[in-house]
């Protein structure tokens, strides 16, 4: 892939002008996608407790709104690295903004017929527009810039999502969950309960009405710059051929790494506002508790800024396996002690998970070339551990009674990718195109 870029009489300053390594303008562009879907998605830790309230669910049944949110990744990935194959990056990126901003508009029927299933398909859809976006970002802001740093950089990119779910969930819980009504649904039925479902969506409604506007104004911006890059990438073959990238070792287990790792990180987000309202660890209530969320996401932020320069002075691969570790190590205290040391090792872990996507994508990624839009797609598709790790951890939470107990799940994610990072603390060797 290269970029557009004027004539120079400095050959080496015209190859990285070639490779993007002189494009500032797009790597913010593709900082704020970061930005944009990591807020959205992490809306979803301050909707389960609203609507897990509204319509009398038990923690497994909430915890369907990750299922149908990560859903996408599965069934969305593959299709979406083929649009980026014919459309290009930028193009694919205005087709993904879209798409969320139908499924941010799919609220309002959600709301008007107070029915949860509705709600679950507007938030599959909103994930699909996500996906595609993902699709785009994380190999574009790999290839728009030097190899050598590619870790760093793709680290850096994933502060910016940091930063919206830090944002995003405060302000979320200020607006959805302060809007819970004192009525208490389970003592209604019929029509009177329809109503007050309805009414009390309205929140909700509004909260995502305002992000369609936001994400119809970014796609236009984006439009206007749908020419910025001229991108070369491979055409061979079907795109369903990405998958005999999994035949790789180093691949395929990053592959299944990224499927852990998210899955670990959406449940353990997922059951923060009720896991820190239990009065064994600090007994908040529901909107408190929200505001707390932040202090997790808060953790990656802060620690992607820290590991974009940490990952430029140690092996990579080392720094996997030691936050993980210190995950691990965390997620022990917390399940095992009560009061305020329960509650903010937990939060904690936030810190662990900073660099955790961003490395293993670019560990797994490693020496893929004009694949990497495939290897994006292949990747993206093992996102779907955030649909199937948090309803586990909610059946566990159920069948034992305890959510503490439940993280013994998360807890063996992080196992395995200790053991990854073990793995791939080496270079890995260039892979001819399919």
């Known amino acids: 892939m290269h970029v557009d870029a004027t004539s120079s009489s400095d050959p080496a300053a015209a190859g990285d002008a070639a490779h993007g390594y002189d494009a500032p303008d797009l790597r913010v562009f593709v900082f704020a996608l970061f930005f944009i879907f990591g807020g959205i998605t992490s809306l979803n830790d301050v909707i389960i407790p609203k609507l897990k309230e509204l319509f009398t669910l038990n923690y497994a049944q909430a915890l369907l709104v990750q299922s149908a949110f990560f859903a996408a ?79 760093s950089r793709l680290t850096f990119a994933q502060a910016f999502n940091s930063l919206g779910t830090t944002i995003f969930p405060y302000v979320g819980s200020v607006v959805i969950l302060g809007g819970l009504a004192t009525i208490d649904p389970a003592t209604l039925s019929g029509a009177a309960l329809d109503a007050y479902r309805a009414a009390e969506t309205k929140t909700v409604v509004h909260t995502y009405l305002g992000l369609a506007v936001a994400l119809a104004i970014v796609a236009a911006v984006v439009w206007t710059r749908r020419n910025r890059l001229q991108e070369e990438q491979s055409h061979q073959g079907s795109i369903l051929q990405a998958f005999n990238l999994l035949g790789r070792p180093r691949f395929g287990i990053g592959a299944l790494c990224i499927f852990l790792y998210v899955g670990a990180e959406v449940a353990i987000g997922s059951l923060i506002v009720n896991y820190l309202m239990q009065p064994s660890v600090m007994g908040l209530t529901d909107q408190a508790a929200g505001k707390h969320v932040p202090f997790y996401w808060g953790g990656a932020l802060v620690g992607r800024f820290i590991g974009a320069y940490l990952l430029t002075r140690v092996s990579p691969g080392k720094v996997l396996a030691g936050v993980a570790t210190g995950a691990i190590a965390l997620i022990l205290i917390s399940a095992n002690t009560s009061g305020l040391v329960s509650g903010w090792t937990l939060l904690a872990i936030g810190l ?83």
Do not use: W
Not at 93 to 111: N, R
Not at 410 to 429: E, S
């Open 73 to 151: 990744y599965a069934i969305v990935s593959i299709p979406a690295a083929a649009i980026v194959r014919r459309a290009g990056y930028m193009r694919s990126a205005v087709i993904g903004l879209l798409t969320m901003m139908v499924g941010c508009l799919l609220f309002i029927p959600a709301s008007s017929s107070a029915t949860f299933g509705v709600f679950l398909f507007a938030l599959f859809v909103l994930a699909s527009g996500i996906t595609i976006v993902q699709v785009v970002a994380n190999p574009l802001i790999s290839l728009l810039g030097k190899p050598k740093t590619a870790h």
């Open 352 to 434: 662990m998970n900073s660099i955790m996507f961003p490395t293993i994508f670019a560990l797994a990624s490693e020496g893929l070339g004009k694949r990497a839009g495939e290897g994006s797609g292949v990747i993206a598709t093992a996102i779907v551990g955030g649909a199937i790790v948090p309803p586990l951890t909610g059946l566990l939470a159920d069948s034992s009674g305890s959510l503490h107990f439940a993280l013994i799940l998360p807890a063996a994610c992080y196992a395995v990718i200790l053991a990854y990072g073990l793995y791939a603390r080496r270079p890995a060797p260039e892979v001819v195109a399919a």
